[in-house]
């Protein structure tokens, strides 16, 4: 029989040990759900009852899987935990020793004098968080955690909650800490919910209305394969189903390793963009239906009547998980080549793309990473794609999804198949003519957005491929003249982007040597190609509007561009016009792209 109490969390822990099962996701919670959480703390009053919702669970004899309510409950335990370490062990806190409330909520000890350990709230054994919420949220010593647990995107939530809470109640003193306590403890109502043998936990998991953070189309179909190994019990082994529900668990767990991977929280992978990229190269695209590898997965091919019908075996969710737990890896180090052990080559081209956006060739580049394909057929597949980006996008100025079918088809195909030669031949016929120019070319595009953005008096300098251009120029004078890297792609912006003829030329020198040209003519010298070079951004704001004499000095000792333009002995209107002169033919060599003198007069 299903039973559904209101309880108090003290009345919730009584005598109860609670799990969170290997098919749920981890820790979601960020930022906003703990403020808010800490925020209804502090506004309830002392006296008040506050209702905080919905714990599902299935009973497991020895204990109780939570099915949802995992997020809240998690949050409580972390709170319960860093308030408990304030006090002493022999402190009394309401009408218990803190002991006794740790044995209650956090953790006991059992067996021959109390070495093993009892944790009261807490994940399955095969749960990616499991480990690293006894060792570094509960602080225990666990004999089945002998190794430093990996950090996931999840067990960066748990510790940054466990922080966040470490920090919010660094002031109060012990009497604070008691209400607060109390609070927790015995004015947070739930409604206490047991489902019954006939319904599903797993159905029960996918079906129920997630708050807080709703589940993503990755965290759901986990859950899902899961499910569909125990529909295959009749037909396989109780041990071989365990291994590949083990396998399941080890997949997603290396999935959210590299997912939360990078220290840098503007490249942390995003979990559905990735899923979505696997999709299409593991399956085929669809582009009729939106959300539609959310679909495809959950609602067409990884279904319970497919298993039913045995569409859908033991090998087929196997090789499914195996080659998604490779691609994750592939995928990570395709967007962080410098952590990877790529040829330098490899790292070089992806690095380029990571500037000038990857468009549609992801699940491609994925596929041959995967694939460990020869490094010179990789580095051909991304130089094939970097110069259509650029070209496509930035010089054409094309919609953002040119071209996206066909390359997914690609992708698709060669997952298939494996011809490296053929996908590059798709690639060159797809894109290029004979002489090696883009098909998708279109200098009408060019010079239209070029001479728009000079009628908002910003030209060249707000043009979307200029700063991938000039950082371009610039590793072409490094590795012409065999130095090390002077200026970082992460440094440059808008402030680093100098104007040697300066916006705002006040000084007797600017006038005289531009004194030939009218106002309007300034003002498009200003903002010409020529006139731009890279420079680090304290160099950039010391200089402003200097002369010339004073710039090169300074120039002299920054980026290789910099060190070219001080070469110059003046800076004149003549100076501006043969630099963009000559960045405009890079231009063209670099992408092949065909700049006829007509064009690069109406750009310039």
Known sequence: MASNNLETLS??????????????RGYAWGKLQINDFWSDLNNLDKDRIHYTGMITVENKENYYHVIDGQQRLTTIMILL??????FDDEDWIDDKEKNDYVKKYLFRRIGKEGKNLKVIFGYEK??????????????LKDSDCYSVPQETLYTKNLQYAKDKFEKKIAKLNKSELEILFKKITKQLKFNFYEIDD?????????????????????????????????????????KKISLLRKDINNSWKTIYEY???????????????????????????????????KDFLLNKHFTQQRVFNKYIDYDDIKDYVSNIKEAIVEYYFMENPEDSSYGEEIKKWLSKLNRVGFGAFKPMIMAILINKEEDKYISKVLQLAEKYVFLVFMVSNRKSNTGDSRFYKYANEYHKNKYIFRLIDNIKSEVFEDDNTCKWISLENFESEINENFKK??????????????????????????????????????????????????????????????????????????NLVLLSHSKNSSLGNKCFDVKKEIFSNG????????????????????????????LSDRWDLPLSDEVIKKVI
């Open 559 to 586: 980026s290789y561009s910099a060190i070219e333009v001080s070469k110059n002995s003046e800076w004149l209107p003549s100076s501006i016009d043969e630099r963009s002169d000559m960045l405009l033919q890079f």
């Open 126 to 139: 095969d749960n990616p968080s499991d480990c690293y919420f006894k060792t570094k949220i509960l602080d």
């Open 11 to 24: 009345e919730l822990f009584n005598d109860k040990i609670f799990r969170i099962p290997d098919y749920q």
């Open 81 to 86: 935990k860093v308030v408990l370490d304030q």
């Open 457 to 530: 008096h910003e030209g060249w300098y707000s043009w979307k491929g200029t700063k991938y251009l000039l950082y371009e120029y610039e590793l072409y004078l490094q590795e012409s003249s065999k130095g090390e890297t002077k200026l970082q792609w992460e440094e440059i912006n808008n402030d680093t982007i100098e104007h040697i003829y300066p916006q705002t030329p006040k000084d007797k020198c600017w006038s005289e040597n531009f004194s030939s040209l009218n106002k309007k003519a300034k003002e498009r010298k200003l903002h010409t190609l020529g």
């Open 198 to 238: 006939e319904l599903d936990e797993f159905v029960t998991f996918e079906t129920m209305n997630n708050r807080g953070k709703p589940l993503t189309t990755l965290e759901l179909l986990k859950n899902r394969l899961i499910y569909l190994t125990t529909l295959m019990k009749d037909d396989y082994d109780e």
């Open 259 to 293: 997912l939360g991977k990078s220290k840098n929280p503007k490249k942390i992978i995003n979990d559905d963009k990735f899923l979505k990229d696997h999709w299409i190269m593991y399956f085929k695209y669809d582009r009729d239906v939106a959300k539609a590898e």
